[in-house]
């Protein structure tokens, strides 16, 4: 079984732990592909059935297929959220690869991992790019990946992203991934 860390920023983790996020989707592995999302058409696959065994087969005109492997993994493999998080003020000029995993943790939505770190100063904020595996608190099984353009989006899907409507949802993840709002990217989307 693989596990990769996935990068969620603001309430995203607490939607997660509340079970009104059930899904996510992402660009990581399909740059190239969308330099000119237009151009490219699934290969093989039924709408929600386009990825096996974590590849993705994509086509160009005139030229071969294109196999992509889902950088996140495939059916039945983990996920684990890398959030905001912060350890004792004691410990800010530690590295995180330095830190161990029997220290509290500090998240960004206001939880620690035990109630004694009401008695401790809070240290500083650490990026969630820089949390190790240890200090995570969310993993998921991925039980559905496909791939899809971002405005094929259900009203369904847009609710499993974490209670949005489709336009609010295409308009934040235009905002996170720092896209400009004409755009209709391919993404994998990974449920668990």
């Not at 993705?56 to 297929?65: E, N, S």
């Not at 995570?136 to 369904?156: D, K």
Request: include cysteine.
């Amino acid at each position: 079984m693989k596990e990769t860390g996935i990068i969620c920023s603001g309430n995203h983790p607490k939607l997660i732990l509340d079970d009104l996020k059930t899904m996510t989707r992402r660009t990581r592995g399909l740059e190239k592909i969308n330099e000119c999302p237009d151009d490219w058409k699934l290969w093989y696959g039924e709408q929600g059935k386009n990825v096996r065994n974590g590849w993705l087969r994509l086509c160009k005109a005139d030229m071969q297929p294109v196999d992509i492997k889902c950088p996140y993994g495939q059916v039945g493999d983990r996920l684990w959220v890398m959030e905001t998080w912060s350890v004792t003020k004691e410990w800010n000029d530690i590295p995180p690869s330095l830190l161990n995993q029997f220290l509290d943790i500090h998240y960004k939505d206001g939880s620690f991992t035990h109630e004694i770190h009401a008695f401790f100063e809070q240290g500083k904020w650490r990026p969630s790019i820089h949390m190790p595996r240890w200090a995570s608190r969310i993993e998921r099984i991925i039980t559905l990946l496909r791939v899809e353009r971002l405005r094929a989006i259900s009203e369904a899907d847009a609710k499993a992203e974490g209670g949005y409507s489709i336009e609010e949802f295409i308009e934040l993840f235009l905002r996170l991934n720092h896209l400009p709002k004409d755009v209709n990217p391919w993404n994998w989307v990974i449920g668990w």
